[in-house]
């Protein structure tokens, strides 16, 4: 019978540790690479436009995920708002972004854990915690409060990559299933269209401590649902903006060829990129030839396990409306 990292660490209380050893982390804040040193238990807000008290933006069964995440009945998501990226393109941007609305989301830590004792019940397959970095510790608090209350569910890690590794090693055995973007192979892509100077560097440590903690294989049930594992989504931009060549590469090269991949093509020129002439590289969607390139690079990699989107229509189906925190996701594209 599966049973989830957090439940053995709960058992012999070095959860309630690693939970302290985070929250001590939010008092001169290093919780990401920002390092931004604000004392976010006194209510100082960081980079992020976050305190100490968690922000939820949604919470939802979501059945847009890998197959393997979503199944029959849908990831358990939980969906944190404000972000340590400024993503131009983001597709979340209404929560990752409107900070003063967000503002108006916050919660407790008591809640966030009933949420993720909601979806259980709902019958989810997993919890997923989307955009988690900023509040890991909060996060992980939840987790212990659920877990004493019954919670058995994996838990995913949803992760934009820009982490800090301290956390990540703080987090093993919490995490169940590490789910990180890998969204640029250049230094100046990550500067220009996410804000952060050195995006490469921070999401490569963060893999492979990834990678120490879970290596190269999906633990799946019977049932072909992950209960943990690494699985590694590479969003194609248009005009190579992403390097996901180079990126594929150093997967394969530094971690193994092994690693599961999730190709996306559900890019489409939203937010900031779509009206800004300073992003124009990013100003339409991708071509079939640039689908195909990418398709091409995970092949001549060796990358043979994982997901890729279907591009005619993966553009035309992510595209969430948070105005609407119940049903924030109305059309489904599953992966392949």
Known sequence: MFEPGYRRLLETRELEERVEKLYALLRACT???RDCGNDRLA???ASCA???RPIVSAHTAHFGEEPCLSGTRGAGNIFFGNCNLRC???QNYQISQDYPLQKFNEVSVERVAEMALALQERGCHNIGFVSPTHFAPQMARAILLAARAGLRLPI????????SVEVLRLLEGVVDVYLPDFKYADTGA?????KVPDYPARARAALLEMFRQKGSRLDLDEDGLLRGGLL???LVLPNGAAGVGETLAWIAETLSPRVAISLMAQYYPIHRAASNEKYAALSRSITAEEWEEALAALEANGLTNGYQQELETAGKYYRPDFRDPETPFRDIRDFR
Do not use: I, K, Q
């Not at 995913?156 to 820009?162: E, G």
């Open 50 to 52: 976050s305190g100490e």
């Open 43 to 45: 209510g100082v807000l």
């Open 232 to 234: 590694v989504r590479v």
């Open 88 to 90: 131009v393109y983001c």
């Open 190 to 194: 990550g500067s220009l269209y996410s």
């Open 156 to 163: 995913v890690y949803n992760t934009n990559a820009y982490d």
């Open 31 to 33: 919780v990401c690479p």
